[in-house]
């Protein structure tokens, strides 16, 4: 048998991390090890307890959730733990905040039970959690803003195909999908996958697409 699923739930509304105490606790392949009201009670609970995963509110005393993930999963960090962030707003400026933060996704707080008691499974199993609608309508809203003013797609240490896919990545496309814009397999993609990963010293999808976001591969 597998050990459960290790959680740690944050927000500040009582009611609301009550609710998800109860859902995340009910399921036989979870276990809920704290949780808190504040971001900083958030960074101490998940050095002291290592859990899985971290279900994070972004709006929080104290300190806030993306300062909170920055600290648990940001670059740099010795031992990063895995953070879902669960926010009331959808296409928040701090949904891109989070996952430069270092989040490995995002889900909005109205989604059913069983959607996100598959983004705390998805995150723990290591991918990671974005929705392709919600990244196709973010570039549109931040792409201004977040891309750099210099450098350009020659700088970047990828293979013509391997920016094709990255860029795909960007746009929301799950493997399925870019296997059939390209026209390869769903393995062949998983491989550009991991390798456009490797080479950028990337953690996940979620840090490809802000990659992307931020060195001008989205139109």
Same mark, same amino acid.
């Given at each position: 048998m597998t050990a459960p699923i290790r959680v740690l739930v944050c927000d500040d509304q009582v009611l609301i991390r009550t609710g998800l105490v109860t859902i995340i606790g009910a399921q036989p392949d979870m276990e809920v090890v704290g949780e808190c009201g504040d971001g900083r009670t958030a960074v101490d609970l998940g050095a002291r307890l290592g859990p899985d995963v971290v279900?994070? +509110?972004?709006?929080?005393?104290?300190? +806030?959730?993306?300062g909170a993930t920055r600290l648990l999963a940001g670059a740099g960090v010795r031992e990063p733990v895995k953070v879902l962030v669960v926010t009331t707003f959808n296409l928040d400026e701090y949904v891109y905040e989070a996952?430069?933060?270092?989040?490995?996704?995002?889900?909005?707080? +109205?989604?059913?039970p069983g959607q996100l008691l598959h983004g705390i499974r998805t995150v723990a199993s290591g991918?990671?959690?974005? @929705?392709?609608?919600?990244? &196709?309508?973010?570039? /549109? &809203?931040?792409?201004?803003?977040? &891309?750099?003013?210099? /450098?350009?797609? @020659? @700088?970047?240490?990828?293979?013509?195909? $391997?920016? $094709?896919?990255? &860029?795909?990545?960007? @746009?929301?496309?799950?493997?399925? $999908?870019?296997? /059939?814009a390209l026209v390869i397999s769903q393995e062949t993609v998983k491989t550009f996958v991991s390798r456009i990963l490797a080479k950028l010293a990337l953690r996940d999808r979620v840090q490809a697409v802000v990659y992307a976001y931020r060195h001008g591969l989205v139109a």
């Open positions: 279900v994070m +509110d972004v709006r929080m005393p104290v300190l +806030d959730g993306i996952l430069r933060a270092g989040a490995s996704g995002f889900l909005l707080k +109205d989604a059913p991918a990671a959690l974005l @929705d392709p609608g919600v990244t &196709r309508r973010l570039v /549109g &809203r931040y792409a201004a803003r977040v &891309r750099p003013t210099g /450098g350009s797609p @020659d @700088d970047i240490p990828l293979t013509p195909r $391997e920016l $094709e896919v990255l &860029r795909l990545i960007a @746009d929301g496309l799950s493997n399925k $999908e870019i296997a /059939g």
